[in-house]
């Protein structure tokens, strides 16, 4: 059975940074590009960042502060965030990438705030 399970969240003062992780299991990782999606509250859900063998990042706004890798012999996928302002809050969720193909997790709360 496919499954995502999302980690590493938490509240964060403006100017901070976290690591997000995703496991991936039931699937053969290595063969699909993997993207991170954030919902803040009361939006659609959205993709940030995606890699297949480079990455690519579809927010402008994380471009810099955001990197994004994947790690094929772990099947996991990590997004490096540093500088962190209040408009990146929001749940995040790990997928398949630029199309969402796999149920979603439970994702992982990140909240900026002073």
């Known amino acids: 059975q496919e499954q995502l399970v999302e980690s590493g969240g938490g509240l964060v003062q403006p100017g901070g940074s976290l690591r997000l992780s995703c496991a991936a299991s039931g699937m053969i990782f290595s063969r699909r590009t993997w993207g991170w999606y954030r919902q803040g509250l009361g939006k659609q859900r959205e993709l940030i960042a995606y890699?297949?063998?480079?990455?690519?990042y579809v927010d402008s706004f994380v471009k810099g502060r955001f990197v994004i890798a994947r790690d094929n012999a772990k099947n996991m996928v990590y997004l490096e965030m540093s500088d962190l302002k209040p408009e990146d809050t929001g749940v995040y969720y790990c997928?398949?990438?630029?199309?969402?193909?796999?149920?979603w997790g439970q994702g992982t709360q990140v909240t900026v705030s002073s």
């Open positions: 997928n398949t990438a630029p199309d969402w193909e796999i149920q």
């Open positions: 890699v297949g063998n480079i990455p690519i």
